[in-house]
């Protein structure tokens, strides 16, 4: 006779999908750099929050609908003086893959850092652009 | 020495939750590191968003260190997928009264905050050189 999974197995599964909805609601995540994506008519753009690295100590690469941003923030104290007596700001060595909802043109993505922000243009390839259709 | 920045970051005023910082929008806690040495203590803030011009720090007469910023990249748009809220920064620190509140030093570059706060020359160790 068919019975229905543990149900506590169940309840976990609950937990697990209201934690990762709190965690992308919430501002502050597990994950570094945290990103925000936006599906423009045009273009995706992908914010990477990322303060402290210069453009030199970022990589960023496209591959099969995949956006990767990696790096190493470093925070450049003299441990040799000082002591950490408080530390929120993530430190070492990152890597974050977004999945690009869309179809895009490689060859036209552009990347901005400023302030601490990186944004990420993805002009959508011609197929991905919305279609206006006129009535004759 | 150490039991000192105990009760330091006992006093510590944190502000978590959103605060209205003068009406441009809500304003959100920035992470911070904080070091000490013997001279100095250093602050590290990640403000990612804000211009150099438009940070404000602060320290009242109860030795509150205050830091405020105007972040100036605020998206119009609503995100498609969401990890971060945008917003302004605010956060405060208690400091102990060795610290000398006129000689902070600020550096701003890539979105990052350093202060250094130097201690008061006579809150500093006397270093003794052993003669022969």
């Known amino acids: 006779m068919f019975m229905y999974g543990n149900p506590l197995a169940e309840l976990e599964r609950m937990q697990r999908e209201m934690d990762s909805l709190f965690t992308h609601l919430g501002r502050k995540t597990h994950r570094f750099p945290p990103v925000n994506l936006y599906d423009k008519e045009e273009d995706i753009i992908a914010e990477f929050i990322i303060p402290g690295l210069t453009k030199e100590e970022i990589f960023i690469s496209v591959e099969n609908g995949t956006l990767q941003v990696k790096g190493e923030r470093k925070n450049g104290i003299d441990t040799e003086k000082y002591e950490q007596i408080r530390e929120e700001r993530n430190a070492g060595t990152f890597s974050r893959t977004v999945e690009i909802p869309v179809a895009i043109d490689v060859n036209k993505v552009g990347a901005e850092l400023k302030n601490g922000i990186l944004t990420i243009t993805m002009p959508k390839a011609e197929e991905a652009k919305p279609k206006q259709i006129s009535i004759n | ?132």
């Open chain 2, 1 to 132: 020495m150490s039991k000192d920045i105990v009760k330091k970051e006992q006093q510590e005023v944190v502000h978590s939750g959103a605060e209205n910082l003068n009406d441009e929008g809500t304003a959100y806690s920035p992470n911070a590191d904080v070091y000490l040495s013997e001279e100095d203590a250093l602050f590290v803030f990640d403000l990612p968003g804000v211009e150099k011009g438009d940070v404000n720090i602060q320290v009242d007469e109860e030795n509150t260190l205050t830091i405020r910023a105007k972040n100036s990249h605020l998206s119009p748009d609503v995100p498609s997928m969401k990890e971060y809220t945008e917003g302004n920064y605010y956060r405060a620190f208690k400091l102990g009264t060795e610290f000398d509140k006129n000689k902070i030093e600020a550096v701003m570059e890539n979105g990052v905050l350093r202060l250094t706060v130097p201690k008061k020359e006579e809150a500093k160790p006397h270093k003794i050189e052993i003669n022969a």
